[in-house]
């Protein structure tokens, strides 16, 4: 079915290499573990990819992307009270999300980590998908501040950086400690500093 479903074939192995590079990062991750999960030859893979570089760029663009992007747009979509949907997906991530956060951190955070110094197309797809969820949370706090439930004095793109970076850090404090306690106190404390962005008489 997939020599006949170029599509299908794409897919899995993207699925397969997002798996593979997740475990054991990018440099590590084996193209021979990525055609046994995908179950798929050498020759489809190279009819997608010329070469595991490909693979990992698009494995940013669309894999991550979409995981990433619409993970943080769905709560924040059309809200105009943007705190506490930032709130509850902090508090979301890590109840649904804290053992894979503890054992193999955030994969987009891992590729900056790894890849960001050791490859220039990986550094720009990954700086681009830091700019489009920063976007996604700058978008919804303009909402909030049109709306009167975000501080007028505080400046979106700013905080958009930092909550991401912060976000990023959390998940990397998370990977390295193992501890997933760890990880829920430092959403708490984040959502103690999204509190501080609202206006004195929203509660």
Known sequence: MS????????????????????????????????????????????????????????????????????RMSVPLKNSDYPIGALQRHGLEMVNEHADDACTHGCPLNNLAQEMSSEDEEFRKRIVKLYERLQGVVEAALRRGQD????????????????????????????????????????IETANHFLDSLRPLSVN
């Open 3 to 70: 020599a006949k479903n170029p599509e299908l074939t794409r897919a899995k192995l993207l699925d397969a290499g997002f798996e593979e590079i997740y475990e054991h990062g990018f440099r590590a991750a084996s193209l021979d573990s990525i055609l046994a999960r995908a179950g798929v030859t050498k020759g489809a893979l190279y009819h997608h990819f010329p070469n595991k570089q490909a693979l990992g760029y698009a494995l940013v663009e669309e894999v991550l992307a979409e995981f990433m992007v619409e």
């Open 147 to 186: 709306a009167g439930n975000v501080r007028q004095d505080i400046d979106p793109t700013r905080i958009a950086e930092f909550y991401i970076a912060m976000s990023m850090g959390i998940m990397g404090a998370a990977k390295t400690s193992q501890d997933p306690a760890l990880m829920r106190g430092l």
